[in-house]
Structures are given as structure tokens and as C-alpha cells.
């Protein structure tokens, strides 16, 4: 196996891109702060990109923009898309965690089937630094772990489908904090899966242009262009990007490990 890798490198070194992309964010907004610039530079190079936001609240902004927080709408998400390429959208109705197991396992057996749909190469969701108050976002890893595990299961949900085959995802990139805050390396309950975790800071440059954009879809009323302090918050957009071994080569790996050697 090959050694476990854990380095940092700009997003524009990154070898191969994604077609299909999958952004899951606990509410509408987070898209843009935490993945807008990435998210357009993704599809202004031909990747199909979706976007699916968990609940319908209004988005958690940092302190510059809270007082001019206005209340989500679905309008919104769909302006902010256009903006940013996204060629689809889904908005679903979360309650406040913590949920009910019901709500949970409904929630989970949608993201399951977007996936199936979409058939992404990458999913792109909440994962670090996560505020423990911040009880959606908290939700929004749990959820999106458990999809994607189930998305790549034979069979899952109420009513599993021949016409969506089981869909195993290769790589997946969390949301990260700014590189001057403390971050020790992910583990997850798929840890034997792990090939390779990577740092991906990406710069947003001309982008930044559209990532403003799309937050005034959310926020009419902001100015035609950020301010200094503005500009340096939006700019850098961090991600911690997770390569998986396939279970078919996981399987093989196993097999041989348990096979009995002969003298």
C-alpha cells in the first residue's frame, strides 16, 4: 500500500480534473463562502457541478457581512448558482438538530440517490473545524459521511433501484479552515480506505469576481466590489482533499494479507 500521504499544494498543480462535482453544505450561502471561487474555476473548465444545500435557513456569515444577513430563499440559491456554473441545485427542509432517526436515515437515503444520479468523481462537504455550536454544520458531516458510504452499498434505503447501481467515490474534499488555524489530520471510520490526504489551497484571483456575485444573490444590497478587509477574508479557500483506495483493490488488499504463506 502505497505510503500515507498527507502534503500541501496549490489547486492549479492538482493532476486530473473532476467531471462530476457534489457540494454538500448545511445551508445555502456556505456554498459560496467556503467553495465559490473553486466551485466556478470547476465549471468554467467543463465539470459538471451540484450543489445541494441540507436546510433552508439563512447562512452563517463571518462578522463583516452578519448585519446585512438576509433570510435564505430558494431564489437565492438559484441566483447564486447561475452565477457560479452550478448546473443543478437541491434544497432540502433539515430541522434543527439534533435530529430525529426518521429524519435522519430520509435525509441520508436522498443524498444517497443524488448520488447515484449525479454519479460525482468528487464530493465537496463540511468536515473541519466545525464550531460545535454550530449543530447543522455538526449534522451536515454526519450526513454526508453516511451517504456516501451507503451510495457505494449494494443496496440501501426503502427502495433500492436497479437503475441506481451502487456508486463508489473516489475522492472527496472537506471544507477547511484558514491555514492559521490549528488542524490535526481527519479520521474517519473508513480510515483502512484512505490512500492519501492532501492540503488544497486555492487562490481565488478572477474568480472572486463571480464569488462576490453569487453572494449578492444572498445579500442585495452589498456593495459592487468587497472591501480591502472583505477581499482578504474571500480570497483563500482551504480544503483537506481525501484519495480513496477503490473496495475492489481494498478487498484484494485484504485477501492477500489473509492468504497463508508458504515456506
Not at 104 to 113: D, P, S, T, V, Y
Not at 182 to 191: G, L, T
Request: proline share 9%; glycine share 6%.
Amino acid at each position: 500500500m502505497e505510503a500515507f500521504g498527507f502534503s500541501e499544494g496549490p489547486f492549479a498543480h492538482l493532476a486530473g480534473w473532476p467531471e462530476r462535482v457534489l457540494c454538500i453544505c448545511a445551508r445555502p450561502g456556505h456554498e459560496v463562502l467556503f467553495a465559490g471561487a473553486s466551485l466556478h474555476r470547476m465549471s468554467t473548465r467543463g465539470c459538471r457541478v451540484t450543489v445541494v444545500a441540507l436546510s433552508s435557513r439563512s447562512p452563517t456569515l463571518p462578522p463583516p457581512l452578519r448585519a446585512s444577513a438576509l433570510a435564505m430563499s430558494s431564489d437565492g440559491l438559484r441566483r447564486a448558482a447561475e452565477v457560479l456554473g452550478v448546473a443543478r441545485v437541491e434544497q432540502f427542509a433539515m430541522s434543527s438538530p439534533p435530529l430525529a432517526y426518521r429524519e435522519r436515515i430520509a435525509l441520508q437515503e436522498r443524498l444517497c440517490h443524488l448520488i447515484r444520479e449525479e454519479l460525482p468523481d468528487l464530493v465537496i462537504s463540511e468536515g473541519l473545524g466545525v464550531p460545535v455550536a454550530a449543530v447543522d454544520r455538526q449534522a451536515g458531516v454526519a450526513l454526508s459521511h453516511g451517504a456516501i458510504a451507503a451510495a457505494a452499498a449494494p443496496a440501501f434505503g426503502a427502495r433500492p433501484s436497479a437503475a441506481l447501481p451502487p456508486h463508489e467515490i473516489s475522492q472527496r474534499w472537506l471544507f477547511a479552515p484558514p491555514s492559521d488555524v490549528a488542524i490535526y489530520r481527519h479520521r474517519s471510520e473508513d480510515a483502512d480506505r484512505t490512500n492519501r490526504q492532501t492540503w488544497i489551497t486555492v487562490e481565488a484571483g478572477s474568480d472572486l469576481d463571480a464569488k462576490w456575485s453569487a453572494l449578492s444573490a444572498y445579500l442585495p444590497d452589498l456593495p459592487p466590489g468587497p472591501t480591502p478587509a472583505l477581499k482578504h477574508l474571500l480570497r483563500t479557500e482551504r480544503f483537506l482533499a481525501i484519495q480513496y483506495v477503490s473496495q475492489v483493490v481494498l478487498a484484494e488488499r485484504k485477501r492477500k494479507t489473509r492468504a497463508p504463506t508458504s515456506n
